[in-house]
């Protein structure tokens, strides 16, 4: 029932390409998807999701798209899988492990700046669209109003199919990362965001935070970081750009206290 009023919100609109509220129907069922499959399903504490979503919002905003259909969303995933990904929409998410292992909240802020880089980018909207014109969803988006009304219960089964399919891809390139190129200029972009007077983190904490991951290298040919360029990769450039720029790593104590009390729960 739940992907039958999603497909049917996906159906309104323009035809051509996905509109904003589109995407959103799209990006809201792979915020479900991604709930469902993890097996702690959303964190609990419910001060930490407001502290995530702050951070989040104060980058969000002073972006290259501060703006998207009913707003960002940053939600806790309860899991010790350690991982960030954005969904179509600004649907954001980070998971608990993620956040253990973490050390400050400029390193949090680093790794929502570049999952919201990927979405002012529009990364995940580009796999939404592509897949929606392979499952032929576009194509019932051309028919009209008239038309779509007449759909028999097997062409839906076939809709309903084809954007199922949008959305298990939508979460997989999400958890796995949208190709070697997307991920460096999300991780570039991320860094402007980082920077901007309206933010002011350290731009290089995504590289610190990129240090702390477990070695993933024996499983890069199927593992979760497939499609994402080696870890060392992006903090050599990540550190070079900053260097480039002549960018300040100053870190505010302040912030790196509240991180940790906001985290605490999080630490055995």
């Known amino acids: 029932m739940k992907r039958t009023l999603v497909a049917i919100g996906l159906l309104t609109g323009c035809a051509g390409r996905l509109s904003e509220s589109q995407e959103y129907y799209v990006g809201r069922a792979v915020a479900a998807r991604s709930i469902a499959e993890t097996k702690g399903g959303v964190h609990e504490d419910e001060a930490l999701h407001e ?5 989040g919002w104060t980058i969000a905003l002073a972006s290259d798209r501060p703006d998207t ?13 350690v991982g960030a990904w954005a969904a179509p929409s600004g649907f954001i998410f980070v998971t608990t492990g993620a956040l253990a292992l973490m050390e400050n909240e400029d390193q949090l802020a680093a790794v929502l700046a570049h999952e919201i880089a990927h979405v002012a980018l529009k990364h995940p909207e580009e796999v939404a669209q592509k897949e929606a ?15 779509l009304k007449a ?3 097997e062409e ?20 796995a990362g949208y190709g070697r190129e997307s991920e460096m200029a999300a991780d570039k972009m991320g860094i402007d965001f980082l920077t901007r007077a309206e933010v002011g983190y350290n731009p290089g904490a995504l590289a610190d935070f990129l240090t702390r991951l477990p070695q993933r290298e024996g499983e890069a040919a199927t593992g979760p970081y497939a499609t994402h360029p080696g ?3 992006r903090i050599d450039a990540i550190r070079a750009d ?3 720029r002549g960018l300040s790593l100053e870190i505010d104590p ?4 509240r991180y940790r009390q906001m985290t605490a729960r999080l630490h055995p």
């Open 231 to 233: 870890a060392q990769e």
């Open 254 to 257: 302040g912030r790196t206290t």
């Open 51 to 55: 502290y995530v979503a702050k951070v």
């Open 151 to 153: 759909l028999g219960q």
């Open 156 to 175: 839906w089964a076939k809709l309903l199919e084809g954007f199922g399919g949008c959305v298990d891809e939508g979460l997989k390139r999400g958890i």
């Open 69 to 81: 259909y009913q707003g960002y969303h940053f939600l806790v995933l309860h899991t010790n899988e």
């Open 133 to 147: 014109s392979k499952a032929g969803i576009m194509d019932v988006l051309a028919l009209g109003g008239e038309a």
């Open 242 to 244: 900053v260097q480039k």
